[in-house]
């Protein structure tokens, strides 16, 4: 005999043998008898002190169900018919991919556009909710399979320009095996254009499905072309934008890593102005620049002035009674490189060569793709093998959404003179009242 509960309380019992499927079914709709719960009794064992049964098979489903009708409409779509084959939608308005924008279509799936003339566009999932995601490469059955980031999202793609230069490659797979060196990573920079249209592009580079700023090309913001991945050394990209900003006199501008830009004062002239970096909320650094220019704050990388922080000073304006400044681009990137040599392991991935031009990785080991299994190989990018005697297999890239979780303020204790002398000052409040007086 056994018994289902819900919130504590039973709701339904019956009685099993060994190897049977306990069934609990509920109405949907108008949909009747549905089960929601099956568990499969392996077997059951009766002893003179303890008796015990084995469960080896649980299946549920929410009895939480969404209602969809001809005419119903989820975003941009509608529902034009629903059978037990199949579901179909069509958009009932037009849609204009606009250049730039990320709307939604449907649910959680949205539409990206890339900001350029050229039209080109892609199918997103929104992934704003805590919660683990997949950006799934393209499923194969080949001994020989290449992804890049048009069938591997998890790859870095330039939908602006177009460009991408991230591939992952799998050659002469032996069974389930994939062979030390037959799964090869190769990565290399691409020009990005800064979100300020008033600088030339800078290199960026896709690292085990994460985007790392590489370089400097020459001139793009007034400097020479600068390459840390020559280095062996990348950096996180921590702002990229061309929002426009008014600062006043004594104004600062949060940046990130602690950073903040100060405006200070303006020239008789109305030409020239006094800015200040700041870290912490102590000033590091004072400057004298212009307007139509770019501030930037560098640091030495291996004997060169690598430039941490860009701000574009749009117009400078000196009123009668008020002076400000507009800004109206910011970039800046990490001062904790990630560096990345030679021989360097990743999960089942070594690093064999590192030049300005490209990172090249293989395994150095044999990779078993056995059945059902997820294989780690690199940083967050995974191997998905299906549960079949056919070798089926997709790489992915695993994304963690954590909760902001915010402390809970402690509440803050009343003094016991507080307590004390509330119902005094009530008594004077009265008396106060009762003889005509106002008390402030």
């Known amino acids: 005999m056994v018994a ?39 077997t059951v064992f009766r002893g003179l002190e303890t008796s015990t049964i084995n469960i080896d098979g649980i299946f549920q489903i929410s009895d939480n169900y969404i209602n969809i009708e001809d005419g119903d409409r989820f975003g941009l779509m509608e529902i034009k018919t629903v059978n037990s084959e199949e579901i179909t939608m ?18 959680k799936i949205n539409i990206k556009v890339g900001d350029c003339d050229t039209l080109r ?25 290449t992804w890049t980031p048009l069938n591997f999202e998890g790859l870095l793609y330039d939908m602006n320009s177009g460009e991408y230069n991230e591939t992952l490659e799998l050659t002469n797979l032996d069974g389930r095996s994939i062979d030390s060196g037959h799964l090869s990573y190769i990565t290399a920079p691409i020009n990005i254009s800064f979100k300020y249209s008033g600088w030339d592009d800078y290199e960026s580079i896709g690292f085990m499905g994460e985007k790392y700023f590489a370089g ?15 280095t062996g050394r990348l950096g996180k990209i921590l702002i990229d934008e061309d929002e426009n900003h008014t600062l006043y006199i004594g104004n600062s501008l949060s940046l990130a890593d602690g950073y ?4 200070d004062e303006i020239s008789q002239d109305g030409d020239s102005i006094m800015v200040a970096l700041l870290r912490d909320g102590e000033e590091i650094r004072s400057d004298i620049i212009n307007d139509d220019s770019t501030y930037t704050y560098t640091k030495e990388i291996d004997d060169e002035d690598v430039p941490m922080i860009a701000i574009h000073i749009d ?22 490189f990630k560096k990345v ?19 090249e990785i293989t395994n150095n080991e044999s990779i078993n793709l056995s059945k059902g299994e997820t294989i780690n190989i690199m940083g967050d990018i995974k191997i998905k093998v299906a549960d079949s005697n056919t070798v089926r297999f997709y790489p992915f890239q695993e994304i963690k959404v954590a909760v902001d979780e915010l402390p809970t303020p402690e509440p803050t204790p009343i003094p016991e003179f507080n307590i004390i002398l509330l119902p005094v000052m009530v008594i004077i409040g009265l008396m106060l009242l009762l003889s005509g007086k106002k008390s402030v």
Not at 344 to 349: A, I, P, Q, V
């Open 216 to 230: 400097y090309k020459d001139k793009s913001i007034g400097y020479k072309g600068i390459s840390l991945i020559k």
């Open 4 to 42: 289902l509960f819900k919130d504590g309380e039973c709701i339904y019992e019956t009685i099993l043998s060994e190897g049977s499927t306990f069934t609990y079914k509920k109405d949907l709709g108008c949909a009747e008898d549905i089960p929601i719960i099956v568990i499969h009794i392996d």
């Open 315 to 336: 117009r400078i304006f000196r009123g009668m009674e008020t002076d400000s400044i507009s800004v109206n681009g910011i970039f800046q990137i990490s001062e904790e």
């Open 341 to 359: 040599e030679k021989e360097d392991s990743y999960g089942k991935m070594v690093i064999n060569s590192v030049t300005e031009n490209q990172i």
């Open 260 to 263: 903040s830009f100060r405006f």
């Open 121 to 145: 566009f892609t199918l997103t999932v929104d992934t704003s909710e805590p919660g683990i995601y997949q950006l799934r490469g393209t499923v194969t059955e080949e001994t020989n399979y």
């Open 90 to 107: 069509e958009n009932s308005n037009e849609v204009s991919l606009t250049k730039g924008k990320t709307f939604n279509l449907m649910g």
